[in-house]
């Protein structure tokens, strides 16, 4: 990237809806099902199980047993828990700006406001539909789809791979 390439600003936006939601979802979380995803379920339950044998108070153990159960509903619908979640967050159909300029990666919308610089930015990770943006605040996705063929081009390539 030359000097006067560095200086410039690029700007693009995208919507926070069904779709953005869906893609952030599937690009960006870990869906591995292992017995470490299980663990807390399986306590729960066994727990409950252990309670219910010693005959000690039964709503405690029923308490348990439907933690248990919620646990594994939670694992086995995280997906669209996480999707709708999001649309009934304030968020959900606001446009957001995402400049790209010499100091970071900046997006702005009406509920939040995001500054990644370069220099606290850990990896760029390109994806099939989108970057995962790993920074010292956390982890943050941006669709291709709502990005200029400019900002496409800078954020390529700073990627690590």
Do not use: P
């Amino acid at each position: 990237m030359t000097d006067a390439d560095a200086s410039t600003e690029h700007s693009s936006y995208y919507v926070l809806n069904r779709d953005y939601f869906s893609e952030c979802f599937d690009e960006s979380a870990n869906t591995t099902a292992s017995v470490k995803t299980y663990v807390k379920a399986i306590g729960l339950i066994f727990m409950a199980s252990v309670i219910y044998a010693m005959d000690i108070e039964i709503y405690v153990a029923a308490f348990l047993l439907c933690l248990g159960v919620v646990e594994l509903l939670s694992i086995r619908y995280k997906r669209s828990w996480w999707i709708n979640r999001q649309m009934l967050s304030r968020a959900a159909g606001s446009k957001v700006v995402v400049r790209v300029n010499d100091q970071g990666i900046f997006t702005d919308s009406t509920y939040h406001q995001q500054g990644m610089h370069w220099g606290d930015i850990d990896e760029i990770k390109d994806t099939e539909k989108g970057f995962l943006v790993k920074h010292t605040s956390g982890t943050s996705y941006l669709s291709k789809g709502g990005l200029d063929e400019e900002v496409l081009v800078v954020l390529t390539g700073k990627t690590d791979g």
